[in-house]
């Protein structure tokens, strides 16, 4: 006896609204909104430049592929990005690369989608330079992270994890929040990568079963590399933040932040992280991706 086949029709769905209102709209309909099925980048812009931008247009074209996206023109991409940049003394803009509209209600993919793509600027406010002279308060996060490797390094549109360890505190003074595994491994902040100084050595968390391998990250192992500083990335744990002579954070808006304290236990910015913020100032200003990246 021969099954038909389900009737593609018959999943669309009758009505859709937003806000109340009737709606024909494509992104309704968007698997980046209803599954996380995406990827996305969040660009500095300084003096109509934006920063790193080959290393950004790289990620998202590792993770697209890894996720099985259709393939997004970079060209284009790199085009739309730099015309939102033009113009903005500081501006962020946000790339997002989704599977595109759902053909029908359910998980499989059909690979017949056509990719969404969405651009947005936001104004980009000055930081307060205490928080790259002084350093930040951090805290430890009670949410455990899932491990999952074949998710593991991308910036993928699912980040209620991160959204649930931020609602952990609602402390202006607490700048951040470190997370572990579900196996107690470190990982990273909830919008940063995390570097750890011990004895002399550059040490930051493998990112090989979860986490998001940030630009900045990249740009500061390279930038050490360069230094001739010793810089490796490995498992670390609870055990290895108490042994830290310096702890400090990376992220592609704000560059390095050194850790002044952590869940109360008082830091000072070393040496290291000195050399390493010096190191990285002219490339910030400049947005050009260091000479031994992929970028």
């Known amino acids: 006896m021969s099954v038909a086949p389900p009737d593609q029709n018959a999943q669309r769905p009758e009505v859709v609204r937003v806000d109340g209102r009737e709606t024909h709209e494509r992104l309704a309909l968007d698997r980046g909104l209803h599954y996380g099925d995406g990827l996305f980048e969040t660009i500095a812009c300084l003096n109509g430049r934006p920063r790193f931008l080959p290393l950004h247009l790289n990620r998202l074209a590792a993770g697209a592929v890894r996720l099985g996206l259709a393939p997004a023109d970079r060209g284009e991409l790199a085009r739309e990005v ?3 940049a033009a113009g ?6 946000k790339l997002l690369l989704t599977r595109g509209a759902a053909p029908s209600r359910g998980y499989a993919p059909t690979a017949s989608e056509p990719p969404t793509r969405l651009t947005l600027r936001y104004p980009w406010a000055v930081e307060d330079p205490a928080a790259a002279g002084e350093g930040v308060r951090v805290r430890l996060a009670t949410l455990r992270l899932g491990e999952n490797p074949a998710l593991a390094g991308l910036k993928h549109c ?3 994890e991160q959204v649930l360890a931020r609602a952990e505190w609602t402390d202006p ?3 951040e929040a470190l997370l572990f595994s579900g196996s107690g491994a470190l990982v990273s902040g909830t919008m940063s990568n995390v570097f750890i ?3 002399s050595r550059l040490l930051t968390p493998r990112l090989d079963r979860c986490g998001v391998a940030g630009i900045m990250r990249e740009v500061v192992l390279a930038v050490a590399r360069a230094a ?3 810089a490796e990335e490995r498992r670390l744990e609870a055990a290895d933040l108490l042994r830290a002579e310096e702890i400090f954070l990376t992220n592609a808006l704000t560059g390095i932040r050194p850790v002044r304290e952590l869940d109360g236990a008082p830091l000072v910015p070393g040496p ?3 050399t390493l913020q010096a190191r990285l ?3 910030l200003l400049s947005g050009a991706a260091p000479a031994n990246t992929d970028g």
Not at 88 to 93: K, P, S
């Open 272 to 274: 290291l992280t000195r």
């Open 158 to 160: 699912n980040r209620l």
């Open 82 to 84: 730099q015309e939102l």
């Open 197 to 199: 100084v011990h004895d």
């Open 88 to 93: 903005a003394t500081r501006a962020v803009v």
């Open 173 to 175: 003074a607490i700048a």
């Open 228 to 230: 001739g500083i010793a």
């Open 281 to 283: 100032a002219p490339l």
